[in-house]
Nanobody
Framework: QVQLVESGGGLAQAGGSLRLSCAASRSIFSINVMGWYRQGQGDVRELVAAITGSGTIRYADSVKDRFILSRDVGKNTVDLQMNSLKPEDTGVYYC????????????????WGQGTQVTVSS
């Protein structure tokens, strides 16, 4: 099991910045992929950015060159620095941990944080 605790978020003006942090209850090296998703009102949950255990980072096209994903392996945290915010970045942001466990059989698990609201005003 993985517990995820999110912090950060809040209200920002367009062009401003916010930082989100996600703390995992175990070593992030034991987690195959960690990342952030967001869900706008009435929208589906979409990937914002994610990092694999080996350090490969993927960004959604809509946030490339504006958002920066980083991790601190000592603190077991994954942070999302959001710059040049736009009103369309508004939504609930969820931390996600994807774990694959192989013990004879292969089992996949998705863990989610409680979500944190990000609101960007124009």
């Amino acid at each position: 099991q993985v517990q995820l605790v999110e912090s950060g978020g809040g209200l920002a003006q367009a062009g401003g910045s916010l930082r989100l942090s996600c703390a995992a209850s175990r070593s992030i090296f034991s987690i195959n992929v960690m990342g952030w998703y967001r869900q706008g009102q009435g929208d589906v949950r979409e990937l914002v950015a994610a990092i694999t255990g080996s350090g490969t980072i993927r960004y959604a096209d809509s946030v490339k060159d504006r958002f920066i994903l980083s991790r601190d392996v000592g603190k077991n945290t994954v942070d999302l620095q959001m710059n040049s915010l736009k009103p369309e970045d508004t939504g609930v942001y969820y931390c996600n941990a994807y774990v694959v466990e192989v013990t004879g059989t292969v089992a996949e698990y998705d863990y989610w944080g409680q979500g944190t609201q990000v609101t960007v005003s124009s």
